[in-house]
């Protein structure tokens, strides 16, 4: 399967290694340091503080469960995740 096959049942159409390629090239393009799980906790943390509940973050973000998702959002702020990261990155 290409990384780009639209018809892979994939998030826009990219798998797993393509969002991954796409994430290393924009890690080196800002200089900022970060990984698959920061983006899809920090995604999950965004569409919180949005407002869209944790069962429709569950669905948009793939987990089969809403264990993850009610983790991050409960624990984890968007302004945390912020904040850790500048830390991190500092």
Avoid: P
Avoid at 10 to 19: F, K, L, P
Avoid at 31 to 36: A, D, N
Avoid at 41 to 46: E, L, P
């Amino acid at each position: 399967m290409s990384q780009y096959d639209c018809d892979g049942g994939s998030i826009w159409g990219i798998d797993r290694q393509g969002i991954q390629s796409m994430l290393r090239r924009l890690s080196i393009a800002t200089g900022m340091k970060f990984s698959c799980h920061s983006f899809r906790r920090g995604f999950a943390c965004n569409l919180h503080r949005k407002g869209l509940s944790t069962l429709d973050i569950m669905y948009l973000g793939g987990w089969e469960d809403l264990s993850m998702v009610q983790r991050y959002t409960r624990s984890i702020t968007f302004d945390d995740c912020l904040s850790h990261y500048h830390q991190a990155n500092g």
